[in-house]
């Protein structure tokens, strides 16, 4: 079965500080990864992904992640935080098997201070 | 386009009863998927439904059950609620090619007293 951790629960930022969340993942075979964002009061809203190819993957709102195979690892980066960017963001994989299945990583709640 | 709608937002049961919650997937949207939210077990998968037919499902136990109609909406039913059911339930839909991400709902926030 796969899993995902995600080992910082709760990071606290000033504006145009650098942001990098961690996220491993466990599972032998091939893997699909994202990044989920949920807002103060909104829904999930997918950041960016990764299937296959360039293993730097950009997404929405200046976010991006690196997938490091020899690592297990999907950290997701962004070089200027902004205050609008507090939220709480989701790790997740699928196999190829059970595209439709994530499996979520328990959550990083990022506090971006003006 | 409207987003996923989840129907009723709130909800609150008494132990033993039964629930049934409701999901209108993004127009042409043919893939319904079921999470779990709780503070302490995070996001969990329940199932996936696709054209009518269930084609992933999650550890839970036999008294989480789902289907799925022809025009795409899904219902997920609880039965014998615990007190432990008490989660936010959130309902994705997705098209039918496999690299297309999920849009979730807004869920729909059920409490066991």
């Known amino acids: 079965a796969q899993s995902v951790s995600q080992h910082n629960h709760h990071v606290i930022l000033s504006e145009a500080a650098s942001l990098e969340l961690g996220c491993n993942y466990s599972y032998g075979g091939t893997v699909n990864l994202f990044w989920y964002v949920q807002y103060p009061g909104q829904h999930l809203q997918l950041l960016l992904k990764?299937?296959?190819?360039?293993?730097l993957v950009k997404g929405i709102k200046g976010f991006e992640a690196e997938f490091i195979k020899s690592k297990f690892s999907f950290n997701l980066r962004k070089p200027s935080v902004q205050w609008s960017d507090t939220a709480e963001y989701f790790c997740a994989v699928t196999s190829d098997t059970g595209r439709r299945a994530l499996t979520f990583g328990s959550g990083t709640r990022l506090q971006v201070q003006p | 386009k409207a987003g996923v709608t989840q129907t009723p937002r709130y909800l609150i049961k008494t132990r033993g009863q039964q629930v049934t919650l409701s999901c209108s997937p993004i127009s042409g949207h043919r893939s319904v998927s079921w999470y779990q939210q709780t503070p302490g077990q995070g996001l969990q998968f329940l199932f996936e439904?696709?054209?009518?037919?269930?084609?992933n499902k999650g550890n839970f136990p036999g008294r989480f059950s789902g289907r799925q109609f022809s025009n795409s909406r899904s219902e997920m039913n609880v039965s014998t609620l615990e007190l432990g059911d008490s989660a936010l339930y959130l309902c994705?839909?997705?098209?039918?090619?496999?690299?297309?991400?999920?849009?979730f709902g807004n869920g729909t926030r059920l409490t066991v007293t």
């Open positions: 990764y299937f296959s190819g360039d293993p």
């Open positions: 994705a839909s997705s098209p039918s090619d496999w690299n297309s991400p999920l849009h």
């Open positions: 439904y696709f054209s009518e037919t269930q084609r």
